[in-house]
């Protein structure tokens, strides 16, 4: 299906401003290589006023009888850009667009899906409830979310409303190489999980690169980010190790379970992440110094959330995938009308390579 005579018009929350832009210029790589031009792909613009109650208002071009594509993702203050977000779909909505697509590479809340004390909130259940119920929306496309059970808090009734795609085989396609240049054996290679949760999300990450796997058991009674960790379920002793989950946040687990994995005999240790706030009660460089101070030799994020800035200056330690052509490709995909299935194929990681 072709997205007909629909001009398509890329919109960004102000802190997702930057990252928009690379996926602009993979959109029009694709266009121009492919020959799935995108009929009038353009970047939109949007106008915030800040009133002096504090009151925000939201201002779009013309977009009527385009296909909107606003990509949004975590930037600090987490609050702000929520409260843009709405504004932004409301002001599209209001200026009559023929169709939107909302893109969250990073969705905000995501941790805080479930009900396990009393009396307390659900931001991640609360939010997609908002776009979906209050605002309409019908399209999301999520990269990776926090909690699987993300996608099925996008609904309207009894139709699904979001679509989830995933960072895996990118972050796969080059760990594979990655392990040679660092001189690694790939025959004592061990994917080792954060927890068990990680393990079976993950779990063909081992398949995928030959590795043996193990990960560490651990509970988490509440949302602290201080879960208590029990052991290590696998063998790591004088084994290469990759450490890999979804999301580096302070830092602080990720130098503990490094820690743990050496104290068992690992003979090098690197860490791999989708998701890489790297965000810390004393601020960004605290997290980057825990992570710098740890037994790990190597760390490979993909910038769902904009990290470049904060490891600064440690590329020797620090590899940042972008995952623009990745949007890009499912964005094109999606207005297109083309299956996403297929980006879940390693075959695939050519068309999307950073």
Request: overall charge negative.
């Given at each position: 299906m072709n997205n007909g005579i629909r001009p398509v018009k890329l919109f960004s929350t102000t802190g997702s401003s930057e990252f928009t832009d690379r996926v602009f210029i993979q959109l029009k790589k694709r266009s121009a290589n492919d020959g799935k031009a995108l009929?009038?792909?353009s970047r939109g613009s949007s106008a915030v006023d800040r009133f002096s109650n504090d009151n925000m208002?939201?201002?779009?071009d013309d977009v009527r009888g385009s296909f909107a594509v606003i990509i949004a993702t975590q930037t600090l203050p987490v609050s702000d850009t929520i409260m843009e977000l709405l504004l932004l779909l409301h002001a599209l909505k209001n200026s009559r667009t023929e169709d939107l697509l909302l893109v969250l590479p990073y969705m905000p809340y995501s941790r805080s899906d479930k009900k396990n004390q009393p009396r307390i909130s659900s931001g991640?259940?609360?939010?997609?409830?908002?776009?979906?119920?209050?605002?309409g929306v019908k399209r999301?496309?999520?990269?990776d979310p926090h909690s699987p059970n993300s996608l099925h808090y996008f609904e309207q009734g009894d139709s699904p409303c979001a679509d989830v795609i995933t960072a895996v085989p990118l972050?796969?396609?080059?760990?594979?190489?990655?392990?040679?240049?660092?001189?690694?054996?790939?025959?004592?290679?061990t994917v080792v999980f954060a927890d068990n949760g990680a393990a079976t999300r993950f779990g063909n990450v081992p398949r995928l690169l030959g590795a043996d796997r193990a990960y560490i058991d651990k509970s988490r009674p509440d949302h602290s980010e201080n879960p208590l960790t029990k052991a290590i379920v696998g063998d790591v002793d004088g084994r290469y190790c990759i450490i890999f989950?979804?999301?580096?946040?302070?830092?602080?687990?990720?130098?503990k379970d490094a820690g743990i994995v050496?104290?068992?005999?690992?003979?090098?240790i690197a860490m791999a992440a989708i998701h890489a706030p790297l965000e810390h009660k004393n601020g960004p460089e605290a997290a980057v110094q825990l992570l710098l101070d740890s037994p790990i030799g190597q760390f490979v994020f993909t910038d769902t959330v904009p990290c470049q800035h904060k490891v600064a200056g440690h590329s020797d330690r620090f590899t940042v995938l972008s995952v623009a052509p990745l949007l890009a490709e499912a964005i094109s995909r999606i207005v297109t009308g083309e299956s996403l299935t297929a980006l879940y194929q390693m075959d695939m990681v050519d068309k999307y390579r950073s």
């Open positions: 009929y009038g792909c208002q939201i201002t779009v991640g259940v609360l939010i997609p409830r908002i776009l979906t119920t209050v605002l999301t496309l999520l990269l972050l796969v396609d080059h760990l594979s190489r990655a392990v040679l240049e660092w001189g690694w054996d790939p025959s004592l290679l989950d979804d999301e580096a946040l302070t830092g602080g687990t990720a130098a050496a104290a068992n005999g690992a003979k090098a």
